[in-house]
């Protein structure tokens, strides 16, 4: 699944640096995620990084948006192979 930000989030702007992907982007109230861009790290770290990072546990796993480890894993592919 690609990840979502809730509206707990306090837009402290430690998230959006951390993305490999570039999904983090400011909204008008509060940072989001690009579902399409969101690969949850996989091929770049074991674990998200934004949730690693946010201070405020506002960013759960997005159920409009379900994906398999395999699914997350080909997006990831072929978000690197566009940037090369």
């Known amino acids: 699944m690609a990840l979502k930000i809730t509206h707990e989030c306090i ?3 430690v998230c ?3 993305c490999p992907n570039e ?3 400011q909204g008008i109230e ?9 690969t949850e790290c996989v091929g770049h770290f074991d674990k998200p990084q934004c949730v690693a990072v946010c201070p405020v546990d ?13 699914q997350l894993l080909q997006k990831y592919r072929r978000l690197t192979t566009l940037t090369r």
């Open 23 to 25: 999904a983090i982007f």
């Open 58 to 70: 506002c960013i759960p796993l997005d159920p409009e948006h379900p994906e398999t480890q395999e």
């Open 11 to 13: 837009n402290c702007d």
């Open 30 to 38: 509060i940072y989001q995620i690009d579902p399409n861009l969101c």
């Open 16 to 18: 959006e640096p951390e």
